[in-house]
């Protein structure tokens, strides 16, 4: 089965993603780790992003392997996270990167994290979450992680928020059939406690 688990930057979904496929014994996707990918082969060596996106060999596991080399690190950089955001407006990129993450969802149960699982990547997951955090936690959040300031980050995230929200194709929205899951006050057990209930109520059915 697929586990989506989408919602914006910083609600706290990689962690909560991570934490919930190591209970439940599932596979993990960082589909945004794929966007990234795309956004850091175009920062380094232009070229159209459709083809980028398609020819790519991104293969994500513990490290971020893209055309052999480890990019694990490399596509975290902020530059990265920019390009990402805009590279994912793209439409040919979207459909390339679904494919792939298609691909690999069509065998054995995963928990997928991204921005587009439960509407267009994996609409008939038996199990989808939107994770949403107060703007403020989820910069805090996010500054810890980079060692930056929370403000500089608050200033960026509502950026993003703005380009994943407003894009034409697949805007970050919660699927109809989403459980929303409000993050802010809540510690990463509680949450994956929560997305497991789901997951039994699922397999029970
Ligand atoms: O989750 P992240 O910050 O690593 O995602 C990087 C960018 O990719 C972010 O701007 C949103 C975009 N993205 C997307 O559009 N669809 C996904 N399924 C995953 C990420």
New binding site residues.
């Given amino acids: 089965m697929v586990v989506a688990i989408d919602g914006p930057?910083g609600a706290g979904?990689s962690t909560v993603a991570r934490a919930t496929a190591k209970a439940l014994g599932f596979k993990y996707l960082d589909?945004?780790?794929m966007?990234?990918a795309v956004a850091l082969a175009l920062l380094e060596q232009g070229g159209a992003a459709s083809d980028r996106a398609r020819e790519l060999d991104i293969v994500i596991g513990e490290r971020v392997l893209c055309s052999g080399r480890d990019v694990t690190e490399a596509i975290r950089a902020p530059e990265v996270?920019e390009g990402?955001?805009r590279v994912?407006t793209n439409e040919k990129v979207r459909a390339a990167l679904a494919d792939k993450q298609r691909a690999l969802l069509a065998d054995g149960d995963w928990v997928a994290e991204?921005?587009?699982?439960g509407t267009v990547v994996a609409p008939e997951a038996p199990v989808k979450v939107y994770l949403v955090a107060d703007p403020a936690q989820r910069a805090r959040r996010r500054a810890v992680e980079l060692g930056t300031d929370a403000e500089t980050v608050l200033r960026d995230q509502a950026l993003?928020d703005a380009q994943?929200e407003g894009r034409e194709h697949s805007p970050l929205k919660p699927a109809e059939d989403a459980v929303e899951v409000d993050t802010t006050h809540l510690t990463v057990e509680q949450v994956v406690e929560r997305i497991a209930g789901l997951v039994r109520a699922a397999q029970a059915r």
């Fill in positions: 930057a979904k589909s945004g780790a966007y990234r996270s990402a955001s994912a991204g921005r587009d699982i993003r994943d």
